[in-house]
């Protein structure tokens, strides 16, 4: 669907060594045609392949296809360059000698065209070929096999331990999690590992003063950026510690009751509203759901002998990130992922990231469009300032994580910034077509404008909205503008001769630069003497712009790409 077609256009491009030189209109249209065709199947294979992170196969194929297309292209305007001299002969210099000097020299230069570029393309060939049979597929689990495997890492102590039937706690005997007797009974304490003395209230905090929470943010993947709506999706276990000094422990129970290397015991979940957690509030949250569990909402609380209470949770969380596209596809933005107490103030409580780690664990699985790193938060963002009605300010400490998100862009390089470019300096090629040639001159730099703008509609649909003209907008309408001088130009050119009253003068509508050598004559020479001059003018013109444009472009994109380096630091 795509490599058979895309070889076949590029086996055609070289017909067109074979076209005589003078044809321009004809081996013009039939190189620009294939050229746009071309770029044209190699949007539809970019918008079809999935995410990967670097140039998929069918990418890096499409791409060396447009460029021996348009290497042939540039052949035929270094021919042009070299044919520019004949057609602006004077009278007097256009003997028969001459021109079959200049014909010779065209067809060895097409001749020789002919032959290195076949052999080029075979060479890629055997390479490519070469290299994609010959590379293995990868080896190892899918994402969605690691991501079931942590999950199971994560939770198997309450997938083992569940209290679904009685059948099953007798095979478990002495794991399951302590669901009856969380009180002290005077009959019953000596038999359980821990519990809670009779005075215990869940509404009061492990002691007064203020104290700590240790946190470690477990981030298992990061699937969804929602360019629309400003929000980010990943999945994370929440896991908060504190030492709960009401807690009364029965050490050789609890100790008796561990295996193998394991330091904690799990307090059942059905539990969890019998103890004393801190109220647990997520800035800017959008929605949360669950672990994928049937049967279980992802919490697990773990007590050790230190009287540690271990509350970890595993969830699914959207929440909301202000995004600034300016520089699309080269932004970058940094989203922080709070979590806070709203009850107590940094007076009462703070959170700090666990001791024995850096308080952030990650590794994504799900291919994005961008690329993820996270950091702590810093010290002047792990706090929130919220006022009452009466205008009293309370400050609360928060905790949490930093994702840095940004974009990966090499698709939208090969996708619209690799194309525009080339557009304009295919229509650089028409400062080498004569003027007279309308048809072939006017049909390339139209070609070029409309398919500017198209790619301009697709690049403004695929960007995200954003208060004003992002960098990806920059550059087409840039290119866009450098087309419509080049055309303007042309035209200007077209209006000087209708004034001078010598479009008459312009070349059948078959285009062939048919150049027929005719005697020196003094008084035939005189009589179109003028005409010569203004077409000597003309071709000093489109020199001119040859090589003004070209500057000009390179004074553009190094002004572009300077100060897009800078804004993106």
């Known amino acids: 669907m795509y490599f058979l077609p895309s070889g076949l256009f590029v086996v055609v491009s070289w017909v067109s060594f074979l076209i005589p030189p003078d044809q321009v209109a004809g081996r013009m249209a ?60 004077k009278k007097h210099e256009r003997t028969t000698e001459t021109i079959k000097s200049k014909h010779w020299q065209r067809v060895k230069y097409d001749d020789r065209c002919f032959i290195i570029f076949p052999i080029v393309f075979i060479m890629f060939n055997v390479a490519y070929w070469a290299i994609c049979l010959n590379t293995p597929p990868t ?24 209290n679904t039937s009685e059948k099953y706690q007798s095979i478990h005997e002495g794991r399951t999690p302590q669901v009856l007797g969380m009180e002290c009974l005077p009959n019953s304490s000596p038999l359980q590992p ?25 981030i ?17 276990i929440m896991r908060f510690s504190w030492i709960e000094p009401r807690m009364r422990l029965n050490e050789h129970v609890f100790l008796s009751k561990l295996r193998g290397a394991e330091t904690t015991l799990e307090i059942a979940y059905e539990n969890r509203n ?29 007590i050790d002998t230190n009287k540690t209470i271990i509350y970890s949770h595993y969830a699914e969380v959207t929440f909301l990130c202000p995004m600034i596209f300016d520089l699309f596809p080269f932004d970058i933005h940094h989203c922080d992922f709070k979590v806070q107490s709203l009850e107590h103030t940094d007076a ?31 010290d002047h963002r792990r706090f929130t300032i919220f006022k009452d009605l009466n205008g009293i300010s309370e400050q609360y400490s928060a905790i949490g994580v930093t994702v840095t998100m940004s974009r990966k862009y090499l698709p939208f390089l ?51 909205k ?88 390179l004074s553009f994109n190094c002004i572009y790409w300077l100060l897009l380096f800078r804004s993106s630091k």
């Open 220 to 236: 298992d993947d990061v699937s969804v950026v929602d360019d629309i709506s400003c929000a980010v999706t990943m999945a994370l």
């Open 194 to 218: 821990f519990c809670l003395p009779s005075n215990y209230s869940k509404e009061d905090r492990p002691c007064e003063e203020k104290f700590q929470i240790f946190t470690a943010f477990i």
């Open 348 to 378: 009462s409580i703070s959170f700090e990231y666990e001791n024995n780690t850096t308080g952030i664990l990650w590794k994504t699985q799900t291919i994005l469009e961008h690329a993820v790193s996270f950091t702590v938060l810093e």
């Open 139 to 162: 080896k190892g689990i899918s994402s969605s096999q690691a991501y079931k495997s942590r999950l199971w890492n994560v939770f198997r102590d309450i997938l083992q331990r569940r």
């Open 30 to 89: 039939m190189l620009i045609t294939l050229f746009l065709v071309l770029v044209n199947i190699f949007g539809n294979v970019t918008s079809s392949v999935p995410n990967t992170e670097g140039i998929t196969a069918i990418s890096a194929w499409m791409i060396v296809c447009i460029f021996f297309v348009f290497g042939a292209l540039c052949c035929y305007a270094f021919l042009l360059w070299k044919m520019k001299p004949t057609f602006y002969l």
């Open 274 to 302: 019998k103890i004393w957690i801190p109220d647990l509030y997520i800035s800017n949250l959008r929605d949360k759901s669950n672990t994928g569990f049937l049967d279980h909402p992802g919490i697990k609380i773990d």
């Open 466 to 553: 954003s208060d004003q003209i992002n960098a990806l907008q920059i550059w087409i309408l840039s290119c866009i503008l450098f087309v419509f001088l080049a055309l303007m130009e042309y035209a200007l050119i077209l209006y000087w001769k209708h004034l001078r009253g010598v479009s008459s003068r312009m070349i059948s509508s078959s285009d062939t630069l048919s150049v027929t050598p005719i005697k020196d004559d003094d008084s035939t020479c005189w009589s179109n003497q003028s005409t010569d001059e203004l077409e000597r003018r003309i071709s000093h013109v489109d020199f001119i712009c040859l090589i003004l444009f070209p500057m000009a472009f």
């Open 414 to 464: 090969i996708d619209y910034f690799l194309p525009a470019g080339l557009f304009v300096l295919v229509s650089w090629v028409s400062f080498l077509i004569p003027p007279a040639i309308v048809p072939g001159r006017m049909a390339l730099l139209i070609t070029l404008f409309l398919m500017l703008v198209n790619i301009s509609t697709s690049a403004t649909t695929h960007s995200p």
